[in-house]
């Protein structure tokens, strides 16, 4: 972070490349446009109040609420009254690598995946923190806030450290509420979490529950039990949203027409990717490019970011 990981062009903000992670107040007066962005975001309400619109409708912000978003989610803000949010923003990148661990803390798991795919959730989580949760989650992301200038080289430790701070009071408080029954206490299924890992690794196979199955030299059935016990999902359902999340990506930030997104997360199919991206975002792929590609947040250079301003 020797240079500022931060900076606008065109009204949106953006994040340099390299950036592990950010935090930052930002205070909405009336309204903030609907926008979509490629990395995961946690919305902390600290003041003032407002309404959240997404495709789960339009809720009421109070102090402690809690939004988080995986990559592609769209949603914005309206009727805001000093509405003081504590962004905290990451790259997905992160999830594979410096967070990959956290795949086998249960609660941090469902925070980060399986909480956020299962049901009719659809990549996004909320929660509301009483006033000690809310302390308690507060005072890493002002250190982060605090550290986003210093330079990376130096402070890399203390930005995840801090970062993890952050979800691990989320994810316990999340835990212990009725909203977050379904999370796991225990140790995971290895074999559940490697199921994850291998279709990540290469969402464009035609993976069938068959092939999945006998890569991990489980039973179907086995797999099926198991794998939904812990995700709350199937695990093709699993990788349709892993899919879907890609495919947002591209039509966000690249000039590939929608049937070459499809085919190249794993959809030949165009009926079957438009099907799937509807159901889960409420819009069609071309609706979503139309909306949102010149109104999105994205991680960009920060040369590039100096060309365009």
Known sequence: ???????????????????????????????????????VEVAVVTGGEGVHVSLAGRQPLAVGDVVLLRPGVWHGYEGCRRLDVFNCCFSSDLLQRELAWAREDPLLNHLLWTGLYSGQRRGMLTTRLDSTALTECVEPLDALDRLRFRPLSLYRSEVIARLIQFLGGVARFVASTAGGSEAATGPGHPMVVRAMRLMEADPTRPWTLTDLAAELHLSRGY???????????????????????????????????????????????????????????????SAYRTQFRDNTVRLR?????RQVG
């Open 1 to 39: 972070m020797d240079e500022p990981p931060i900076d606008r062009a065109g009204g949106l903000l953006h994040f340099t490349e390299g950036t592990l992670a950010y935090a930052g107040h930002y205070l909405h007066e009336q309204s903030h446009p609907v926008h979509a962005h490629s990395f």
């Open 223 to 285: 797999l099926v039990r198991r794998f939904k016990a812990e995700t709350g999902l199937p695990p093709m359902a699993y990788l349709s949203r892993f899919r879907v999340e890609l495919a947002a990506a591209m039509l966000l930030h690249g000039d590939h027409s929608i049937t070459q997104i499809g085919e190249a997360v794993g959809w030949p199919d165009a009926n079957n990717f438009a099907r799937r991206f509807r159901a889960h975002y409420g819009m069609s792929a």
């Open 301 to 305: 250079s920060w040369t590039e970011q």
